[in-house]
Nanobody, 115 residues
Framework: QVQLVESGGGLVQPGGSLRLSCAAS????????MGWYRQAPGKQRELVAT???????NYADSIKGRFTIIRDNAENTVYLQMNSLKPEDSTVYYC?????????WGRGTQVTVSS
């Protein structure tokens, strides 16, 4: 069992930056593939970025070059550094931990990009 708690969301102007954090507890963090997803109202949850236990990353095309996923296994935390934010990035961001058939989700953190 893994518990995930996201933080760092908020209101930012277009072109600004935010760093989301996801603190994990309850299991061996380093074994999990960690990911960030987002879901707008009425839409399916979509992949933003993932990072494996070995540090390999995968990004959605829509955020490549703007967002960076980082994991700190010593702190059981995964981050999403978001730069050059656009209004269309506004939505709820969710942290995910995946290992084999196991998948855990946090409750999400709201990001709003608006002037």
């Amino acid at each position: 069992q893994v518990q995930l708690v996201e933080s760092g969301g908020g209101l930012v102007q277009p072109g600004g930056s935010l760093r989301l954090s996801c603190a994990a507890s309850g299991s061996v963090f380093s074994r999990y593939v960690m990911g960030w997803y987002r879901q707008a109202p009425g839409k399916q949850r979509e992949l933003v970025a993932t990072i494996t236990s070995g540090g390999s990353t995968n990004y959605a095309d829509s955020i490549k070059g703007r967002f960076t996923i980082i994991r700190d296994n010593a702190e059981n935390t995964v981050y999403l550094q978001m730069n050059s934010l656009k209004p269309e990035d506004s939505t709820v961001y969710y942290c995910n931990a995946k290992w084999g058939s196991l998948s855990y989700w946090g409750r999400g953190t709201q990001v709003t990009v608006s002037s």
